[in-house]
Each structure stands twice: as structure tokens, then as C-alpha cells.
């Protein structure tokens, strides 16, 4: 794997730490400043569940462990990018009851998530930008049919598109904007 780029994690116990993010990788990281104000908008997470469903270079569920979440789970299709999660993760020496990866479809992680029981405080989505608002009624329902969520989880989703405000079972509580990114938070209602 080529590495062109890092980023760095912001807080928490892998602070300043780099991170790699692979050379012609079809993923867009976020930016710093905008995990920055994703995780302030939800703290504290000591002892929570982070689902990072596109994770990318995993950068955002990194960051989650760094900031204490006692399990984060990364699904990426792209396997590029679940190898760079991979090797993120023990570069940073993350322990490894600590994180579950997933080399699959959204669709398909969600899946064998509920086949095995497991369950989230918060879900992070970014996915393309080609997915439209139809696609983010499908992935809410989905999680909400295979029952992976905790009572008051949170789903947040990373956009370049303003939303509904409701959404499926869910209402949008929170939400800000910088440049052309999105950050929208749901709850169920």
C-alpha cells in the first residue's frame, strides 16, 4: 500500500497521533475540524459503541476509541481501505477486544452485526456523496429491522446534502454545517 497522505487525531488517548490514509483511495476523510466539532457535538463516550459504517481510512472511529469508546466497529466494502484501517490500528497498537473490522457492503455489516448481537450508541455514515436521501432511508430502516441499535443511539451522517428532518423512525436533532459538508444528527422520536 502506497501512503500519500496522513491525518492526525485531534483528542484523547492517540492525541496528534497520525494516521494513514492511502494513496488513490476512494475516500473522502474527514476533516479535522470537522470531527472536531462531531465529536463535540456527542461526548462523552466513555464506554460506548461506535459503528463507522464507510470507515474509510477509519479515521472517525479512531478517533472514538481515542476518545474512549470501549468498541468500535469499521465496515468499509472497498478493500483498500479496510487494509488502511488495518494497519492504522496497529500502528496506533489498539487493542484488540477494542475494535471488530468489517470487509463488506453496508448492507451486508449490518447483517452480521445482528447475527451476532451487536449493539451501538452512535453509527457513524459517510458514505459517497452519489448516495442520495433514498439510500439513507434504506440504511436507517435497515438498522432499525436488524435491531443493532441501543434505546437512545444516535446515527450521524456526513453529507454534502441537507436531509429531512425525519427520517424513517428517526428526528434530526442537531445539525451544522462548514464549507459543503453536512454533519446531521437523528434519534428515534
Known sequence: MHIDKTCRIIAGKYRHRQIQIPDKIETRPSKDRVREALFSMIEPLANKTFLDLFAGSGAVGIEALSRGASLAVFADNFHPACECVRANLKLLNVDQQNFMLLSADASIALEQLSAIKTHFDYVFLDPP???????????????????????????????????????SHFQRFKEKKYSQTYLLLYRRE
Open 129 to 167: 456523496y452519489k448516495y442520495d436521501e433514498q439510500d439513507f432511508i434504506y440504511l436507517f430502516e435497515l438498522m432499525e429491522n436488524y435491531q443493532i441499535l441501543n434505546k437512545h443511539a444516535v446515527i450521524i451522517v456526513e453529507t454534502n446534502q441537507l436531509l429531512s428532518a425525519k427520517i
